[in-house]
């Protein structure tokens, strides 16, 4: 059974970067065809698809966060960490980590909702704010 975990600071300031890390057990974040994304909720709305790393350490990322993100790995501690430069209080949002299973990364782009994904991290509050 793969568990993801997220972990870092549940405060940022605007204009500062958000950095976190997704901490991966049973299972290694190199096997073959599995993708590793962020997905964030603001209050109140739905689900957003940020970015994944796959088990090559390819990424992509939503157009409309692409200039502001960067996704990297750690194989040696099963991690990835998402860094999101520049945060302003509209980027104020639980922030999940998810994996699935997949022969394309054309079919992870954009995918957000929780049927796409066979693993979820429990999710992080993260508060943009002075």
């Known amino acids: 059974q793969v568990q993801l975990q997220e972990s870092g600071p549940g405060l940022v300031k605007p204009s500062q970067t958000l950095s976190l890390t997704c901490t991966v057990s049973?299972?290694?974040?190199?096997?073959?065809?599995?993708?590793w994304s962020w997905i964030r909720q603001p209050p109140g709305k739905g689900l957003e698809w940020i970015g994944y790393?796959?088990?090559?350490?390819?990424?992509r990322f939503s157009p409309s966060l692409k200039s502001r993100t960067s996704i990297s790995r750690d194989t040696s501690k099963n991690q990835f960490t998402l860094q999101l430069r520049s945060v302003t209080p509209e980027d104020t949002a639980v922030y999940y980590c998810?994996?699935?299973?997949?022969?394309?990364?054309?079919?992870?782009?954009?995918?957000?909702?929780?049927?796409?994904?066979?693993?979820w991290g429990q999710g992080t509050q993260v508060t943009v704010s002075s």
């Open positions: 049973g299972g290694s974040i190199t096997t073959i065809y599995h993708y």
């Open positions: 998810a994996s699935r299973l997949s022969l394309s990364g054309d079919s992870v782009v954009g995918r957000g909702e929780r049927y796409d994904y066979t693993y």
């Open positions: 790393i796959d088990y090559s350490g390819s990424t």
